[in-house]
């Protein structure tokens, strides 16, 4: 019961570099999520797929992207990485409001 | 705006003693409130939740109030343990979609041996 798996767990950037953060759940969620999380912030909502086939932004959604491969795979792309995107990146999935969440990337951008 | 937020940031207990976390929220057409718990390296967990139409909710150790008249969620946890120590979020998620999750910052329990 492996529930929400992610990778990396840790990767350093340079500026203007591009990765990508790959998810997968075995839950058979429909919904899946790309939240980041800064020292004393909440958790902000980059992009979601409710469904497979559908992905849409949150509420910091500039400079990443997403692509929901299938349902089970959901994955975070930034395309020229800046020090802003300092950040711990958690994917989650869920049924039915209540979250799953994987163990997080923590991403350093110099 | 719409927010969910939390009265302490930090809570220190000494064990064995109860814990409360506040959270208030102003979305009223909230109706359905989680707790997540988050040890330090890892994702948050889910603990307990609440519906719109209930006022009280008990789990192992755990026991989750909503009074919406006042837009107000608190946590108990009985009997605290040092295995408790971690950072609470409240969060909650408007009637249609987990999607429209809003968290709170969270709140650093730390439990006295």
């Known amino acids: 019961n492996a529930g929400v798996t992610q990778t990396p767990k840790f990767q350093v950037l340079k500026t203007g570099q591009s990765m990508t953060l790959q998810c997968a759940q075995d839950?058979?969620?429909?919904?899946m999520y790309w939240y980041r999380q800064d020292p004393g912030m909440g958790l902000r909502l980059i992009y979601y797929s409710a469904s497979e086939g559908t992905t849409d932004k949150g509420e910091v959604p500039n400079g990443y992207n997403v692509s929901r491969l299938n349902k089970r795979e959901f994955s975070l792309r930034l395309e020229s990485a800046a020090p802003s995107q300092t950040s711990v990146y958690f994917c989650a999935s869920s049924i039915a409001g209540g979250y799953t969440f994987g163990s997080g990337t923590r991403l350093t951008v110099v | 705006g719409e927010s969910v937020g939390l009265h302490l940031p930090t809570l220190s207990v000494q064990e064995g003693d109860n814990s409360i976390i506040n959270c208030a929220y102003s979305?009223?057409?909230?109706?359905?409130f989680i707790w997540y718990k988050q040890e330090s390296g890892k994702g948050p967990q889910f603990i307990i939740d609440i519906r719109s139409n209930m006022d009280k909710r008990q789990g192992q150790r755990v026991t989750v109030l909503l009074n919406k008249t006042v837009k107000h969620l608190s946590l108990q946890i009985a009997a605290t343990q040092p295995g408790d120590s971690a950072v609470y979020f409240c969060?909650?998620?408007?009637?249609?979609?987990?999607?429209?999750?809003?968290f709170g910052a969270g709140t650093r329990l730390f439990v006295k041996a």
């Open positions: 979305n009223s057409a909230s109706d359905y």
């Open positions: 839950m058979n969620h429909n919904s």
């Open positions: 969060a909650e998620n408007m009637a249609g979609g987990g999607f429209k999750t809003i």
